[in-house]
Every structure is written in C-alpha cells, then in structure tokens.
C-alpha cells in the first residue's frame, strides 16, 4: 500500500513539474521545476527497487548536470529574453502533432491488454527474489563483466565531450 | 505492486511533454532541459522493464542513458555560451546561418 502511495505521489509531481518545465517563462523557473521532475523520478526508481539508480540520479543530474545549467543561465542571463514571444510559430502544428503521438502510444499501451498472456504488462510484475547481495553489488558486477567494453566506450564519449566542452569555451574557434 | 503499464504511462506524459517543448519553445536551454525531460522518461521504461523481468540488464542501460544525458549537456551547453558569445542571442529561430 505503501509503495503504491509512492508511486502516484512520484508520478504526479514528475508529469506536474515536467509540463511546468515546458511553460514557464523565466529558464530559472524550468530549471527549478526540472530539478523537481528528476527527484520526482528518483523516487519512482525506489519504487521499482532499483537503489543505485536511484542515487545515481541525484548524484549525477541534480547534483551535475543540473547545477551546469543553472551556472549557464547565470552566464547568458538576458533580461530581453522574458519580454520575447516564447513559443514558436510552428506551436500549434507540433502542439497537434504531439497530441496525436500520446494518444497513440497510449493506445498502443491500452492494446497490449488485449494481447499476451493473462494481461501481461497489467498484472503485478515479477517481484525479484531477495539476493544475499545487494543491488550495487549486482550491477557492478554485471558492469565489469559482461558490460565491460560498453563501459570503457562510455568513458572515451565522455573524454570526447570533455574537450569538446572545453574546445567551445574558448575565446576564439 | 503497482502493474509496469502505469510505469509505461507515466514514462509516456514525460516523453510527450519533452516533445512539446523541444518543438515549440524558442529558448535553446529549455530546449536541451526538453531534451533531459525525454531522455528521463526513456529510463524510467528502461527499469520499469528491468523490474518487469526481473534481469538488471534494465538499470545498465539507464546508467549508459545519464552517461549520455551528461556529455550531451557539457556539449550542449558548450554550444549554447559560444553561440550566445557570437549573436548575442538565445533564440533557436535566429539561429538560421545554414537556412537557405
């Protein structure tokens, strides 16, 4: 009961902050209201047992990404910028357009009732059985062994983008 | 135990809101924060999968998916302050040097 509590709690501020996101006005505010969305969704990660996503997520983006946009905001802060138009010509066209993309994979969701064995995707998932080790535990070692050479492809990408950061600070390029 | 579909609709709202954004907001930055919105509702199937049948290979794929978030936006953001250096401006329909 508890976890389904949880779960509608969490998901609620996610969708809330993230339609928040995409309307304010001021990019300090959606930067905020992201924030919101991603502790939101670190919580729905506790509810699917999976605790060193959960960390990692507020590590890593609230802690990381997030703090390198709000310091870029600071930086290019335009005062100008919140008196402009803040929506495309092109908003209603895509507004439509993505209405339509939700409403169909919604079908595709509410279709996968009728198919598959005994609703499948609508009845309780398969609870984990509790492992003398822990969730870290597991994914490490499934990182360091089967995942291993993805591991160090990640670690180049992220070399990459770290000159590239750097390459686009520059005075002149 | 709450079904791995209401997982499903609620990772959907999140990829459909990011959708809107990065097609109808003019401020770069909130489109790249569009950008994170998607990228987050893709993990959330990724470990809701995960837990569905019960294989972590889910939550590896959700790792390599923020490893992802993470360089696109030092990039991203890199791209955002040497092009507001250059045009003085933040608009993403002014930025319109290749357009024909």
Known sequence: M????????????????????????????SAVFLITTLLATAGLYLTLNAEFLFVVQIILYVGGIMVLFVFVIMLVNLDVALHQVQFNRQTWVAGLLSFALLAELLAAVALARSYGEENWLFAAPHVPTVTA????????????????????????LLLVALVGAVVMGKKRI | MIPTSHYLVV??????????????????????????????????????????????????????????????????????????????????????????
């Open chain 1, 133 to 156: 080790e822990g969730n870290t535990e597991q994914i490490g070692r499934l990182l360091f062994q089967n995942y291993v050479i993805p591991f160090e492809i990640a670690s180049i």
């Open chain 1, 2 to 29: 508890t976890n389904e509590i949880l779960f509608y709690f969490f998901a609620g501020l996610a969708v809330l902050g993230g339609v928040l996101v995409v309307t304010m006005r001021n990019a300090v505010h």
């Open chain 2, 11 to 100: 990772s959907l709202l999140l990829f459909t809101t990011g959708v809107i954004g990065v097609l109808t907001r003019r401020n770069v930055i909130i489109v790249l924060m569009s950008i994170e919105l998607i990228l987050n509702a893709v993990n959330i199937n990724l470990v809701a999968f995960s837990q569905h049948l019960a294989s972590l290979d889910g939550q590896i794929f959700a790792i390599f998916v923020i490893t992802d978030a993470a360089a696109e936006a030092a990039v991203g953001l890199g791209i955002i302050i040497a092009f507001f250096r250059n045009r003085q401006t933040l608009l993403a329909d002014e930025m319109d040097l290749l357009r024909w």
